[in-house]
């Protein structure tokens, strides 16, 4: 699966932005797709994921109320709006992609074989 993440840009804070991932995968309604990040000089982190049918959706407790993902599948796109965005938002957010019927924990890194190259959000204060 290739990834293709957008959307990123410089935003003030309390602003909004929405990020898009497209995939290449003509069967992307079998994948659970995640959202992830990483700040200049930080481990990359969870942001949220969503399984492959959109009925079940997990977020980090710093994102949590502020950002929702959702997909498309027709369209085999993965969506994450963030709103009231902050300083410490400010990070490169990568999506991600793996096999529903693995069933891993999709709040861990490890657990995604596929990544788009990133898109990079800044948050100004």
């Known amino acids: 699966v290739q990834l293709q993440a957008s959307g990123g840009g410089l935003v003030q804070a309390g602003g909004s932005l929405r990020l898009s991932c497209a995939a290449s995968?003509?069967?992307?309604?079998?994948?659970?797709m995640g959202w992830f990040r990483q700040a200049p000089g930080e481990e990359r982190e969870f942001v949220a994921a969503i399984r492959r049918s959109g009925d079940h959706t997990y977020y980090s407790d710093s994102v949590k109320g502020r950002f929702t993902i959702s997909r498309d599948n027709a369209k085999k796109l993965v969506y994450l709006q963030m709103n009231s965005l902050k300083p410490e938002d400010t990070a490169v957010y990568y999506c991600?992609?793996?096999?529903?019927?693995?069933?891993?924990?999709?709040?861990?890194?490890?657990?995604?074989?596929?990544w788009g190259q990133g898109t990079l959000v800044t948050v100004s204060s």
């Open positions: 991600a992609a793996v096999r529903a019927w693995y069933g891993r924990s999709l709040d861990l890194r490890g657990s995604y074989d596929f």
């Open positions: 995968e003509h069967t992307f309604s079998n994948y659970d």
